[in-house]
């Protein structure tokens, strides 16, 4: 399967990729540098980083245990943020490839970039170049900079001195700037966002961000516009 990879590999996307895995690494820095501070141990940030390898929900649980907030509720508020990789699969099944190992470990280095990768190729055979390509490039180099924040994290102490507490906030910005182009789709965030900081004040941590999930409610017109034409 890398030998075809290979063959198929458009420079490109390697040049594409390139950007983003140096962003994984910083932002991966930050990650462990934060969790530390929160007193979570150097193994356990990195086997988090391992096994999870999901960016938004490693930041999330953190914060919300950080925070004082349950693990109950840190769990629920990652379940529910990776659940837009169950459509996710759905469209790239048939790029995994057939065989069940290959599945399995390309399931767990699937996540937006490289889904988005494989979906902007033109077949395939680049689809699935692309898509390993960019996972396998993202899971190195995410998961070697939360060892260096890690360590880092124990030498500097508090991370939120130099900024990297900003980080991850701010490539999710990012990255969802593009998409609140869409009407629907901003009625959904602003009111996701709404109902997070008006539960914040009452609510244990965590709690908000799951109620956040609610704000999908404003997509409902859109919706029965939709189906009535």
């Known amino acids: 399967m890398v030998r075809s990879i290979w063959r198929t590999l458009d420079l490109t996307v390697v040049r594409n990729v390139s950007p983003i895995a140096l962003t994984a690494f910083v932002t991966g820095a930050s990650f462990g540098a934060i969790a530390v501070a929160a007193h979570i141990p150097v193994w356990l940030v990195c086997a988090m980083s391992l096994l999870v390898f999901a960016g938004g929900s490693q930041f999330m649980v953190v914060g919300i245990v950080a925070a004082g907030g349950s693990p109950v509720a840190a769990v629920v508020a ?3 943020l990776n659940a837009r990789h169950l459509p996710f699969g759905l469209a790239i099944g048939d790029v995994l490839g057939k065989r069940l190992a290959t599945r399995i470990v390309g399931s767990h280095i699937l996540i937006d970039e490289s889904v ?3 979906l902007a190729q033109g077949d395939r055979k680049r689809a699935k170049a692309a898509f390993w390509t960019c996972g396998a490039a993202l899971f190195l180099t995410w998961n070697t900079g939360t060892l260096v924040g ?3 994290g124990q030498v500097i102490g508090d991370p939120n001195r130099f900024g990297l507490d900003a980080a991850f906030p701010a490539a999710m910005l990012a ?3 593009p998409a609140l182009k869409d009407r629907v ?3 959904v965030a602003l009111l996701g966002a709404a109902i997070a900081v008006a539960g914040t004040p009452f609510l244990p941590a965590g709690i908000p961000v799951v109620l956040a999930a609610f704000g999908v ?3 409902l017109p859109a919706r029965e516009k939709a189906v009535a034409a």
């Open 150 to 152: 890690a360590l880092i």
């Open 116 to 118: 988005a990768f494989a």
């Open 217 to 219: 409610v404003a997509a």
């Open 175 to 177: 990255l969802i700037l």
């Open 78 to 80: 990652g379940l529910l």
């Open 185 to 187: 789709t901003l009625r």
